[in-house]
């Protein structure tokens, strides 16, 4: 069970953290992966984080701007996201990832909206 949080208003150039807290005593084993979908458009792969040396990898839109990391012992997954811009106003998920694909269920998002 993945329940991300943390979304909200706010103005472009700012900044949010998300947090996706996991249900579950093997959440270390496994990679970890940030989603959104934008109105209209399909989920896109935002970033990962591997399970093991904890390396990040992601998508070009938000390299440089976004960064995730991981709390094993508190089963969390985090994404805090600078320089936010209009274009990125989507509803954002956590999941299980295979590479920049998702492997397991989706849980609850949280929408994250960016004024210009």
């Known amino acids: 069970q993945l329940q991300a949080s943390g979304g909200g208003l706010v103005q472009a150039g700012g900044s949010l953290r998300l947090s996706c807290a996991a249900s579950?005593?093997?959440?270390?084993?496994?990679?970890m992966g940030w989603f959104r979908q934008a109105p209209g458009k399909e989920r896109e792969f935002v970033a990962g984080?591997?399970?093991?040396?904890?390396?990040?990898y992601y998508a070009d839109s938000v390299r440089g701007r976004f960064t995730v990391s991981r709390d094993n012992a508190k089963n969390s997954v985090y994404l805090q996201m600078n320089s936010l811009k209009p274009e990125d106003t989507a509803v954002y998920y956590c999941a299980t990832v295979t590479g920049t694909a998702p492997s397991g269920s989706w849980g609850q998002g949280t929408l994250v909206t960016v004024s210009s």
């Open positions: 579950g005593r093997t959440f270390s084993r496994y990679d």
């Open positions: 984080i591997r399970s093991s040396i904890g390396s990040t």
